[in-house]
């Protein structure tokens, strides 16, 4: 274990093996560009200890963020600005926008970056009002984020056409839609289609109000409707009795 007394090769030896290291050294030493570097290239995020001034060292910062995108929490506030830096950091982890100036999280090329990632990246929650709105940048975040139709705006929450798309993806996502379209019975057929075991959580209706809806239902469908209706209804409450 390194100490503030310990000398400049014993904390790069250090910072070599375990990047968190460069937080026991002395401020000197964290001010140190070389011993910075070399706790970067072990670890991204020990950018996190490095002094101000190398916090805003793009040459620095961007060796970080190729590495893991999220150590762009710890850059500087002029380098989250930096629309190269926040280009890079959201391609390597989309929830880098976070981190990222105002304006560039209304950039629509940078937050096309964020929301093309895999999984659960929450990066559409950090793009500016307006994108949020945006239905290709929203239809984009869907297509890997099954939980990215959270943070849409309201007005695309309210959009038929969108939220069918949606659904058609993610059936749960229809819980985020407006009120009006969260009943619709061929976007329900659509949610309860794609996941049938999660239906109850998608309406405001209890189990006696789901019961006579479905029944309503049957007078306002095709047969070939009614029948997918019903049956993904049955297999759904007989897997939740």
């Not at 989250?80 to 926008?97: F, I, M, T």
């Not at 239905?135 to 007005?155: G, I, M, P």
């Not at 059936?171 to 019975?185: C, V, Y």
């Amino acid at each position: 274990m390194i100490d503030e007394k310990s000398t400049r090769e014993e904390v790069i030896e250090a910072v070599r093996n375990d990047g968190y290291a460069l937080q026991y050294a002395r401020q000197e030493l964290k001010e140190d560009r070389e011993v910075v570097l070399e706790a970067i290239m072990e670890s991204a995020s020990s950018l996190r200890f490095a002094s101000d001034e190398l916090r805003g060292d793009r040459e620095l910062v961007m060796e970080a963020v190729n590495q893991n995108g999220y150590a762009f929490e710890y850059a500087s506030e002029q380098l989250r600005a930096d629309r190269e830096v926040v280009l890079e950091a959201v391609k390597q982890n989309g929830l880098a926008l976070k981190y990222a100036s105002d304006e560039l999280r209304g950039d629509r090329e940078v937050v096309m970056e964020a929301v093309k990632h895999k999984g659960i990246n929450l990066a559409l929650k950090y793009a500016s009002e307006e994108l949020r709105g945006d239905r290709e940048v929203v239809l984009e975040a869907v297509k890997t984020d099954n939980y990215a139709f959270k943070d849409a705006s309201d007005a695309l929450k309210a959009d038929r056409e969108v939220v069918l798309e949606v659904v058609r993806k993610h059936g749960h996502a229809l819980q985020w839609a407006s009120k009006k379209l969260k009943n619709d019975p061929e976007l329900v057929l659509e949610a309860v289609k794609q996941d049938c075991l999660r239906y109850r959580r998608y309406t405001d209706y209890s189990e006696e109000a789901q019961l006579n809806m479905v029944a309503s239902y049957v007078d306002k469908f095709s047969n070939k409707l009614k029948f997918e209706l019903l049956e993904c209804w049955v297999k759904c409450m007989e897997e939740n009795k």
